[in-house]
């Protein structure tokens, strides 16, 4: 039938209504497609997940290695948060847009649809200008100043490497995965994620030319880069003391395959071996030609004696298959991303002075310990990696400390009201610990460059943050003991 003048104004109406509608909703559509890339280039594949090992987890796989799994936890937060918050926000948005516009029907129809439909443009308007602000705010929080990644450089392919990097979601590995990337290499990060967390490196995920994979040394990969640097391995005593046996194959077995990866791909392959193969030193400072002084069956040697084995290793494969190797002996490092739950010296140290806990220190105070900062440490793998000299080269600082001074230092620097707390000296806890870097000098032309108390200000504001998003953290104490996921 034909319509009536008022029906035709309504179906009007009713047309208009439903393409401002229609807008909305592609805005709100548009905004949860952002939300899914991000969150599905940064998020680890569910089906991956299950197919991690036991050891893939850092966990016990022979009959005699009974302690419960490490698994990894769910890591530091990744966006799922803030994808639920923002799906929210729009799809509130929108609810309210759906409420009014019913409401408005009756006053369309009161006042012969003139009023109702200038109602109805205002409110798609405001609809729609919200949608964008909500894209534009769920933009700018999931990337840096709107941009997805950090700045890169642009290196010609002659130039332009493939570098492998063992444990690089951890402290050390992603700030070198950092330097890397800014520097115009690709970078492929192989880390069981124990220590690791995937928010150290989240800042590169998706990117072209980073790739993340989950998985462990122990078992073997089959990658084509230009050269390997292998980190993987805890290195703070409660972590690598939680499953010795486990920690011993990383070292032993996890070098094994990473080296066998470097002869079959001609790759140039850097091991981050330990200050902890000197163990309690009898030498004063420590030059690469003393051979040490270390407990085997000691709580520490399942590191100390791991590592001296992945050296041993690796010039074992310098000398017979001609790998070429290059070995870096690290001393005490600290810097942003340490773990907050690693239970060494300076990680202890802020997060108790910052939250007015009382400072422990283990023993008399008296042993004494080198603190380097992480960029100096980069640099020195970099420069080792692209030099050479291939023999064991020692990265620290000279700078030497009581652990008594270094815990007035911090309380000084956080201005805390912590008080200082002495506790039982742990077992094996070396007495002194001092870098000698005369080859590191004359070698690679490497020396520390960034002042311990200005590394500190950087660490505190680090951890200051960290405090912020966490709420409480409890510090670990000497005994084994795993990571704390729900830190993360």
């Known amino acids: 039938r034909e319509r009536k003048p008022h029906e035709a104004a309504a179906a009007t109406i009713e047309i208009r209504r439903s393409e401002y509608f229609y807008s909305s909703l592609k805005s709100l559509l548009r905004a949860l497609l ?3 890339v991000i969150t599905a280039s940064s998020a680890e594949p569910r089906s ?8 893939e987890d850092f966990s016990p796989r022979d009959p005699d290695e009974s302690k419960p799994g490490m698994h990894a936890g769910p890591g530091a937060p990744n966006n799922m948060d803030k994808v639920k918050k923002a799906i929210l926000g729009l799809v509130a948005l929108v609810g309210v847009f759906l409420v009014i516009r019913s409401s408005s029907v009756d006053s ?17 308007r405001e609809v729609r200008s919200q949608l964008i602000k909500e894209v534009q705010m769920v933009q700018n929080t999931m990337t840096d100043g709107g941009k997805l990644w950090p700045p890169v450089n642009t290196l010609p392919e002659s130039k332009r ?3 492998l990097i063992t444990g690089g979601a951890g402290f050390v590995g992603s700030n070198l995965v950092d330097r890397l990337m800014m520097e115009g290499h690709e970078v492929i990060v192989l880390d069981n994620m124990f220590t690791g967390r995937k928010k150290n490196v989240q800042h590169w995920i998706g990117h072209p030319s980073f790739q993340m994979i989950v998985g462990d040394v122990v078992n073997p990969l089959f990658v084509e880069v230009d050269q390997i640097y292998n980190l993987a391995c805890p290195a703070s005593p409660p972590h690598y003391q939680y499953n010795p046996i486990k920690t011993i194959k990383t070292s032993t077995e996890g070098t094994l395959n990473m080296l066998g990866l470097a002869k079959r791909i001609k790759a140039r392959i850097l091991l981050t071996s330990t200050s902890e193969i000197y163990g309690d030193p009898e030498v004063h400072p420590q030059p690469e030609s003393y051979w040490g002084h270390v407990n085997p069956i000691g709580p520490r040697s399942c590191y ?3 590592k001296r084995v992945a050296e041993t290793m690796m010039y074992a494969y310098k000398n017979q298959e001609k790998v070429d190797v290059r070995v870096a002996r690290i001393f005490n490092t600290f810097g942003p991303r340490m773990h907050p739950n690693d239970g060494r010296v300076v990680s202890n140290f802020i997060i108790q002075a910052l939250q007015g806990k009382p400072i422990t220190i283990y023993g008399e105070g008296t042993q004494t310990r080198s603190f380097q900062f992480v960029d100096d ?3 020195g793998l970099v420069k080792l990696m692209n030099g050479g000299y291939d023999g064991p080269v020692n990265l620290g600082n000279p700078d030497e400390y009581t652990i008594k001074e270094f815990a007035h230092k911090i309380h000084k620097m956080t201005k805390s009201n912590s008080t200082i707390k002495a506790l039982p ?5 070396p007495k002194q610990r001092k870098p000698d870097i005369t080859t590191a000098k004359r070698e690679i032309g490497w020396s520390p460059q960034v002042r311990v108390d200005e590394g500190l200000r950087k660490t505190i504001e680090y951890f200051r943050g960290e405090l912020q998003q ?3 953290i409890i510090p670990t104490g000497p005994d084994a003991s795993r990571p704390k996921p729900k830190e993360d």
């Open 34 to 36: 952002f939300e899914f």
């Open 48 to 55: 991956k997940r299950r197919a991690q090992t036991d050891e």
């Open 108 to 124: 369309e129809m009161a006042h012969g649809g003139a009023v109702g439909l200038e109602l109805d443009k205002a409110i798609a």
């Open 161 to 163: 490497k493939r570098i």
């Open 304 to 306: 100390d004696e791991g």
């Open 377 to 379: 440490l980069v640099d």
């Open 425 to 429: 000296a742990t077992t094996d806890d």
């Open 470 to 472: 966490t709420g409480e």
